[in-house]
């Protein structure tokens, strides 16, 4: 797996990416993610994805409502972004940007996109459980790494 971060992402960004890379096991996949750290997103979004077999491209955003994003929410992002990279690298989610309905496929089934219970999709169900976890697997990490060296 490749993996291009944007230049502007700072240290604590780039670590927690490969950190979620290894746990979601992308590493071991072929392809390539790019991961890109915005001002605004549209929507006012925390973090956007789109990709197909081959490639994924992740943005996370700096700032929302012009205020700027938390470092625990710039990090959830990221894990719950890297999980939708996952599911379209191995074909589980699959996305019809051309069409004018905004259909994804998952799993073979088809869905067709409406805000009101974008929360309720299994996509979003399984990267909100995964961005959760990862985020508290880190902090336990990152607390004992602090422990252990102080």
Known sequence: M???LSKNMP???VDFV??????????KLRGEVH???KGTLDGESF???WGDRREAEIQIASKQWGMPVSRENKLK????????????????????LASDQYMSTWLGEEYRYRPEVETCLPWEVEA???EHAIYNEWIEYKYKKE???G
């Open 2 to 4: 490749q993996c291009y």
């Open 11 to 13: 240290k604590y960004m």
């Open 18 to 27: 490969h950190f979620s890379m290894h746990k979601l096991g992308l590493d």
């Open 35 to 37: 991961v890109d750290l």
């Open 47 to 49: 973090g956007l994805c």
């Open 77 to 96: 992002s990221i894990a719950h972004e890297l999980t939708h990279a996952h599911q379209y690298l191995t074909g589980r989610l699959k996305c019809d």
């Open 128 to 130: 909100v459980e995964k």
């Open 147 to 149: 422990t252990q060296s």
